[in-house]
């Protein structure tokens, strides 16, 4: 798990996080690469979308995600890492669990949203692949239900 364990109590720790956002292109080298491009955003506070420059971890080629998503993985030693087609469900759940963490002690503001850089994203994306979702469906309307249910409403 780095970050957001999206099995068994299904948490984010920012603590597993990995330290340097770089240190992931130094731990999967050869799998993925970064690359530019310009994003248009709007934030709550703002009225007009705000076009910034960002830079966006890839698979580095296509045959990567082959192997991920193949048989060969998915039976071997090294089936940990394997992906399935469809990871709507992953994603959707990911997004949940980090923005329920700001239902906590950490509340989510403008002085320290640049700690929490997937937290505008997951906002805007987890409806999409909610709705994408094709497995473990019920897992993931548990999440939405807890995030929009006060602490004091029963699940």
């Avoid at 082959?66 to 990911?94: C, F, L, M, N």
Wanted: with cysteine; hydrophobic share 35%.
């Amino acid at each position: 798990m780095i970050g957001v364990d999206t099995d068994g109590d299904g948490r984010f720790d920012p603590e597993k996080r990995l330290s340097e956002t770089r240190d992931i292109l130094t731990i999967c080298s050869s799998l993925v690469s970064v690359v530019r491009s310009t994003v248009k955003a709007q934030f709550w506070d703002d009225e007009e979308n705000e076009e910034s420059e960002v830079e966006e971890l890839r698979l580095a080629h296509f045959s990567v995600k082959e192997y991920q998503i193949s048989d060969s993985i998915r039976t071997g030693p090294a089936s940990r890492y394997s992906i399935v087609k469809s990871v709507d469900h992953y994603i959707a759940q990911t997004c949940l669990i980090y923005l329920l963490y700001f239902r906590g002690p950490t509340l989510l503001k403008s002085h320290n949203i640049g700690e929490y850089l997937l937290a505008i994203n997951a906002a805007q994306y987890w409806v999409q692949h909610a709705q994408q979702a094709k497995k473990d469906t019920n897992q993931t309307n548990l999440l939405i239900m807890k995030l929009f249910l006060s602490e004091k409403d029963p699940i």
